[in-house]
Every structure is written in C-alpha cells, then in structure tokens.
C-alpha cells in the first residue's frame, strides 16, 4: 500500500496564494481547490498526474498560475476548451474562480479523463464535460468556443490551426508559454497577439493571449 499522501495546504495559505496573483478569495472557492489539491496528491501517488509533488508548489504553479487568466482576459462566461488538459490545469482551475464558464476537458489518456471526472463530481461543478479524445478529432462537440486554452501542448502551429478551423471557429487562444517558445508562436500570422504577461513569481513563463484574426475579404482560400 503507498504511503499516505501530503496534505493539501490550509485555507489562510490558499488566501495568501491567491492574493499574490491578485485573484478572489471567496469561501467557496477557497474550500474547492483545498478539495482539489487533496484529490490530485491521493491520485498521484498511484497514477503520475503531475511531476510536481510538494503542495505548495502544486497551489502556486499549477491552481494559481492557472487562474491567473481571469485577470488578463475578461472570462466571466462563455465556451472553453482545455486541450491536453492532463489533471485538469488551466480548465479546473478557470471554472472554480469563474463558476458561469463552460468548460471542456479534452484529454486522450484514460486514466487521466477518470481523474478528471472524480474531480468534477467531487467538487459539485456543472457544465464541465470530460471527452477522452485527441484535440485534432474534435469538432461540432465543442464548437463554437469562445476559449481554448493549453498549458503543455507543444506542437502550436497545428494547434492554432485548429482552433481557428471552421469547425472550431475559436475566438481567442490563451497559452501558457515559455519565453523560449514565444518567437515561433508570434509568427502564426492568423492570431493577433497581444502583449505576453509574466507570469507572477516566475522569471521565464509567460501568458499569451491570441484572437483569431477576420478573414480578407476577397482573399482566396
């Protein structure tokens, strides 16, 4: 039998966290990712959801960095798709701090897409659907989306590709970067970029926000 797993970090140290990323720090929420954290620990010591052990790090690398979307784009509602979702980080995360989002997990491993639906059963959350697919196998299940989000996809031009596909019709993409990847994803011409934001208590991960550029009138296809 494995050992016991960490405990998840307490309430007052959640609301520290959450206040560096100049995120809410409502009561319901505060208790939902403790909840969170105290299942991905259980779940990791059996099945390897995330190389990243120690509590803390998990609240302010994976639950924080993850909300801090909220703050660089207006996510009050609407339609979101997180690709490669893995344990659930940005799409948990965003529907925990905005309740009123519809999200989709998209992920390929099965024991992955059971974790995440323990997690939304657990955690009460509606409007949260699990699909145990590859992203590029997706169409009219998801669309249209307002959002689609990736922490740790790689491969982004295909990606982009996809998300402004017809079949997708994608309004915005937000990514979760490295500051080694942002040149070869600038050069995707079919987004518009804005500004890449630091990442709060990091010196190389950066937020990036795209919205899908409006087709040239009178260009061929």
Known sequence: MPTSSPAPPSAAIIRRALGEFELPTYDDQVLQIQQYIGILLAWNEKINLTAIRDPLEILYRHICESMFASVAVPLE?????DVGSGAGFPGLP?????????????????????FLAEVTRELGLKDVQVLARRYEELGEEV?????????????????????????????????????????????????????PIQVPNSLRRLLLVGTKRPPVVGAST
Not at 77 to 81: F, K, S, V
Not at 94 to 114: A, D, G, M, Q, Y
Not at 155 to 163: G, N, R, S, T, V
């Open 94 to 114: 965003l529907k925990i701090i905005r309740p009123n989002l519809r999200v989709f997990l998209v992920e390929s491993s099965i024991k992955k897409v059971t």
């Open 77 to 81: 509602n609407g339609r979101l798709a």
């Open 143 to 195: 669309a249209p989306l307002d959002y689609v989000c990736s922490r740790a996809l790689g491969e982004f031009p295909a990606f982009l590709e996809w998300a402004k596909s017809e079949q997708i019709a994608a309004k915005r993409v937000i990514l979760w970067i490295g500051a080694r990847d942002l040149p070869e994803i600038q050069k995707v011409h079919t987004w518009d970029w804005a500004e």
